[in-house]
């Protein structure tokens, strides 16, 4: 079964960053397209970003394009989300996902809390 973990929430004043962290197994990993979902309060699951299994491909939904940057490390078997210049709208409960096709959404992760205060 695939295992995903994430790390890296917490809470923190607009403008300030973060990464998150997602570290898998279960998985040949570098066959896998990765991404990031979030839930906010009183809303449905919003795709947030994802990367292809070389790392070619980048998605980003507008509203963190400029300012939220995926990455994977297939020789730790990670996936980040460094998110900077956050606003309270990015309040949420970050998923890590991974999937053969796109979007990845076949696993997830227990998610991890990010607060973002005025």
């Known amino acids: 079964q695939v295992q995903l973990a994430e790390s890296g929430g917490g809470l923190v004043q607009a403008g300030d960053s973060l990464r998150l962290s997602c570290a898998a197994s279960g998985l040949t990993f570098s066959n896998y397209h990765m991404g990031w979902f979030r839930r906010a309060p009183g809303k449905e699951r919003e795709f947030v970003g994802g990367?292809?299994?070389?790392?070619?491909?980048?998605y980003y939904v507008d509203s963190v394009k400029g300012r939220f940057t995926i990455s994977r490390n297939n020789a730790k078997n990670t996936v980040y989300l460094q998110m900077n210049g956050l606003e309270p709208e990015d309040t949420a409960v970050y998923y890590c996902?991974?999937?053969?096709?796109?979007?990845?959404?076949?696993?997830w992760g227990q998610g991890t809390q990010v607060t973002v205060s005025s």
């Open positions: 990367i292809t299994w070389s790392g070619a491909t980048i």
């Open positions: 996902a991974a999937g053969r096709r796109w979007p990845p959404a076949d696993s």
